[in-house]
C-alpha cells in the first residue's frame, strides 16, 4: 500500500496478513507461550535472560555498576535471548515474563525465585535490594523516579513510533515520520533543558534514572539510533550530547552494553556472560569464526532447569 492509497478500516479487525517490516514474523496478536523451551540455569544468584537492546542494556549496566561498587551479591549469569527467533515465546520464557518481552531477570538469593520483568522494575528491585543508585527518601528519591518513569512511558514513541515508521516499516508514511519525528525531537529537547544546569539526570548523583535513558537517548544523541542524526539534527542537543559522553566513559558502562549484544564489533559482542573473565576471554573476536554467533548454555558446568 502506497501512502497516497486511502485505507478504511474495517468493522472489526482481523489477523489475516502478516503487517510487514523487520519484525513482522514474531508480532501476533495474542500473549502465550508457543512451543516448549526450559530455560537455563547458572549458578549466580542473579539469572538475566535479556539481548543487547537499549532496554536489555540498562540491566546490564546497572549490575556491572554493582559489581564495580564490590556488591558480590549481584554476580550474575546473562543468557541470550534471541528474539528474532521468538525465544521469547518459549514455555519457561513466558511463565516469567507473560509478556514476552526482553529483559527478564530472576532472583535466586531467596529461598523462593522471584520474578522480575519490565527493565524498569528490574532497576528499582536491583537498587532497592542493594540500596545502590535511588535516593532512599526525599525530593531526590522522587525526582529519580520522576525520570524512570519518563523514560518508560517516553521510549516507546521513540522505539515503537519514530524508530519503526523511520527505519522498519514497509513503506515510508510521511504522516507517521512526521509526526514520531516531532515527538521524538520535543523528548530531546526535555532531556537537553534538564541537563542545562546538571551533571546527571537529577543533579549531582548518578543514579538509575540515567541508567535507564542512556541507552535510548544517549545512543539517539550520538547519532547511533536509526541512523537518524542528520535528519533529527541530534548535534544540537549539547547537554545531551555531553551527558552521554560522560556516561559512556564509565568502564561498567562500557562493559554491560558488551553483554547479550549480537551486532557492532566482534571485541563489542559477549553474547553470554557467566563470569567477569568472560570480557576477557569470550568477546567475539576471541572465538573461532565458524562458531561465532552459537552460544552453548552447558558450558562451564551450567545446567538447565
Given at each position: 500500500m502506497s501512502e497516497s492509497d486511502e485505507y478504511t478500516p474495517p468493522k472489526v479487525?482481523?489477523?489475516?496478513?502478516?503487517?510487514?517490516?523487520?519484525?513482522?514474523?514474531?508480532?501476533?496478536?495474542?500473549?502465550?507461550a508457543t512451543h516448549d523451551k526450559e530455560l537455563p540455569i547458572g549458578r549466580h544468584p542473579i539469572q538475566l535472560y535479556s539481548l543487547g537492546t537499549p532496554n536489555g542494556?540498562?540491566?546490564?549496566?546497572?549490575?556491572?555498576?554493582?559489581?564495580?561498587?564490590?556488591?558480590?551479591?549481584?554476580?550474575?549469569?546473562?543468557?541470550?535471548?534471541?528474539?528474532?527467533?521468538?525465544?521469547?515465546f518459549g514455555s519457561d520464557y513466558v511463565d516469567i515474563n507473560p509478556n514476552s518481552k526482553i529483559p527478564v531477570m530472576t532472583d535466586r538469593s531467596g529461598p523462593e525465585p522471584i520474578r522480575v520483568f519490565e527493565s524498569g522494575s528490574i532497576l528499582m528491585h536491583l537498587a532497592e535490594k542493594f540500596d545502590a543508585f535511588l535516593p532512599a527518601q526525599g525530593a531526590d528519591r522522587a525526582e529519580t523516579l520522576n525520570w524512570l518513569f519518563w523514560q518508560m512511558g517516553s521510549a516507546p514513541y521513540l522505539g515503537g513510533g519514530f524508530g519503526h515508521f523511520y527505519a522498519y516499516a514497509p513503506v515510508k508514511i510521511e504522516y507517521?515520520?512526521?509526526?514520531?519525528?516531532?515527538?521524538?525531537?520535543?523528548?530531546?529537547?526535555?532531556?537537553?533543558?534538564?541537563?542545562?544546569d546538571r551533571e546527571y539526570m537529577i543533579g549531582d548523583e548518578y543514579t538509575i534514572a540515567d541508567m535507564?535513558?542512556?541507552?535510548?537517548?544517549?545512543?539517539?544523541?550520538?547519532?547511533?539510533?536509526?541512523?537518524?542524526?542528520?535528519?533529527?539534527?541530534?548535534?544540537?542537543?549539547?547537554?545531551?550530547?555531553?551527558?552521554?559522553?560522560?556516561?559512556?566513559?564509565r568502564p561498567a558502562v562500557k562493559r554491560g552494553q558488551m553483554v547479550n549484544?549480537?551486532?557492532?564489533?566482534?571485541?563489542?559482542q559477549l553474547l553470554e556472560r557467566h563470569d567477569a573473565s568472560d570480557f576477557d576471554t569470550l568477546t567475539q573476536d576471541k572465538i573461532p569464526e565458524d562458531q561465532r554467533g552459537k552460544v552453548d548454555p552447558h558450558r562451564a558446568g551450567l545446567k538447565t532447569a
Open positions: 479487525w482481523t489477523w489475516n496478513k502478516g503487517s510487514g517490516g523487520r519484525f513482522a514474523n514474531i508480532n501476533r496478536p495474542i500473549a502465550g542494556v540498562k540491566v546490564t549496566v546497572m549490575l556491572e555498576e554493582l559489581l564495580a561498587l564490590g556488591h558480590a551479591g549481584a554476580e550474575y549469569d546473562a543468557w541470550f535471548i534471541n528474539i528474532g527467533s521468538g525465544d521469547q507517521a515520520i512526521d509526526r514520531f519525528a516531532m515527538e521524538t525531537k520535543r523528548q530531546l529537547d526535555v532531556l537537553e533543558r534538564n541537563l542545562a535507564a535513558i542512556w541507552p535510548w537517548y544517549g545512543s539517539l544523541a550520538k547519532g547511533i539510533l536509526y541512523g537518524s542524526a542528520e535528519f533529527l539534527q541530534v548535534h544540537e542537543y549539547t547537554n545531551l550530547i555531553r551527558w552521554s559522553d560522560q556516561i559512556a566513559a549484544r549480537p551486532y557492532g564489533q566482534p571485541e563489542s
